[in-house]
T-cell receptor, first 111, second 111 residues
Framework: EDKVVQSPLSLVVHEGDTVTLNCSYE??????LLWYKQEKKAPTFLFML????IEKKSGRLSSILDKKELFSILNITATQTGDSAVYLC???????????FGKGTLLTVNP | DVKVTQSSRYLVKRTGEKVFLECVQD?????MFWYRQDPGLGLRLIYF???????EKGDIPEGYSVSREKKERFSLILESASTNQTSMYLC??????????FGPGTRLTVL
């Protein structure tokens, strides 16, 4: 059974801090790892990392994938209060279209 | 922009009622998914569909059924609602790749 574990479960920081969110996984025939941001409503897509793209960056957010050690990290630099959200990590396998999600990391950025 | 819409943001039903949750996507995506999200349990897959009239059970299909008569529409049906089905229900769609795009969610309360 595919499994995704995120840590920490929650995190409180001050504006301007840099944070690192962790995601470890076990999946048969790995295809991709995805990061989502969820505020009050639906998750919004951030990054997808695959064998051919193990590092992604968008503004203050970046993510890397370590396929050997089976984990990914999401970095957020110079955090802002608008970064407060639950960050979800998910993995997919080659064999089907399903995503397996972790339970998320609740990030709170205080002014 | 991908748009996934769900028929209701909030819904209150009584135990034993039949409940229909509708999801529509406008991007001609092949795959559609229904999840429920509960505190401490994360996102769990109920059913998914990779084509019209096709459906696959997810991780927690008990008590639910689905219907996909048209490519853009995927319905989740609770045949006889129970209090343990009180939850946030999220619909998602994806093209042949992995990135799933989520609707705004329906918060269902069963009394």
């Amino acid at each position: 059974e595919d499994k995704v574990v995120q840590s920490p479960l929650s995190l409180v920081v001050h504006e301007g801090d840099t944070v690192t969110l962790n995601c470890s996984y076990e999946v048969t025939n790995f295809r991709s790892l995805l990061w989502y941001k969820q505020e009050k409503k639906a998750p919004t897509f951030l990054f997808m990392l695959t064998s051919s793209g193990i590092e992604k960056k968008s503004g203050r957010l970046s993510s890397i994938l370590d396929k050997k050690e089976l984990f990914s990290i999401l970095n957020i630099t110079a955090t802002q209060t608008g970064d407060s959200a639950v960050y979800l990590c998910a993995v997919s396998s080659v064999s089907n279209y399903k995503l397996t999600f972790g339970k998320g990391t609740l990030l709170t950025v205080n002014p | 922009d991908v748009k996934v819409t769900q028929s209701s943001r909030y819904l209150v039903k009584r135990t034993g009622e039949k409940v229909f949750l509708e999801c529509v996507q406008d991007m001609d995506h092949e795959n559609m998914f229904w999840y429920r999200q509960d505190p401490g349990l994360g996102l769990r897959l109920i059913y998914f569909s990779y084509d019209v009239k096709m459906k696959e059970k997810g991780d927690i299909p008990e008590g639910y059924s689905v219907s996909r008569e048209k490519k853009e529409r995927f319905s989740l049906i609770l045949e006889s609602a129970s209090t343990n089905q009180t939850s946030m229900y999220l619909c998602a769609s994806s093209p042949a790749g992995d990135t799933q795009y989520f609707g705004p969610g329906t918060r269902l309360t069963v009394l």
